[in-house]
């Protein structure tokens, strides 16, 4: 299991993270993406979901026409651990 990231490792990440923030009340992060359109978004999602589930890792999202809210932890560790960072990476490199 990956280790839960420390409060100072944590926000260094979040410093080279673009547009991500932490959540309020959890210790998660959380970011809106705005496509073009739905046909981008939903494609984008299925890019997203084919390297979650090769990962183990899964984010929590919810989709609304070209507009998608993703946030990001480990559950299994109550916290953010690097597979967190390795997902939001590869999220806003997938956006092209
Ligand atoms: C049993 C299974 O491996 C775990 O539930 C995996 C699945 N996907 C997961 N996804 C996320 N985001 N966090 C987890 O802790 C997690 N754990």
């Known amino acids: ?3 839960r ?3 100072e490792a944590r926000n260094e990440v979040l410093a080279t993270l ?3 923030k932490l959540v309020d009340g959890r210790e998660a ?3 809106r993406f705005v496509f073009r359109d739905f046909s981008e978004a939903f494609s984008w999602m299925t890019r997203v979901a ?3 589930e090769a990962m183990n890792h899964h984010p929590e999202w ?3 026409y070209k507009t ?9 560790v109550g916290g953010l651990t690097e ?10 490199g997938f956006t092209g």
């Open 29 to 31: 992060i959380t970011k």
């Open 83 to 92: 597979l967190d960072v390795k997902l939001a990476r590869a999220m806003d």
């Open 18 to 20: 673009t547009g991500w």
């Open 1 to 3: 299991m990956p280790k």
């Open 62 to 64: 919810s989709n609304i």
């Open 50 to 52: 084919m390297l979650a």
């Open 5 to 7: 990231l420390g409060i």
């Open 68 to 76: 998608v809210d993703v946030t990001l932890a480990t559950h299994d």
